[in-house]
């Protein structure tokens, strides 16, 4: 696969961008950095952009991290509803075959109880 490559605009300078993903999505990535820049350098008004660039990454990284963390956990909410489905599977397949040895059960009875009549 070849590299896409893209100019991009993030934080008034525009920078040529390459990799493996769509033109599309490098812009959204771009888009995404351009607006946490300019998010932290409106409540930041003095920040050199070296320093506007190293709060960005600490906050896309906390963003991230905390989005892993939610991710975990679902997969484990997941998880165990997965468990409880397989249970209440089993206990369903259990029950419905129960009551079909009932039903066979109640079936040989009364065939049993109808040829008596005839003796």
Known sequence: ???????????????????????????????????KMSELKSQYVSLNLSTLAVLTAVNIAD??????????ILNGEFAQLVEEVKSLRADAYAEKESRRSNVSHLNKQGKGALFEGYK
């Open 1 to 35: 696969m070849d590299k896409t490559r893209t100019i991009v605009n993030i934080c008034g300078k525009e920078y040529v961008m390459a990799g493996f993903e769509s033109e599309e999505y490098i812009h959204r990535v771009a888009i995404y950095v351009d607006r």
């Open 63 to 72: 963003d991230l991290l905390k989005l892993q963390d939610k991710h975990e």
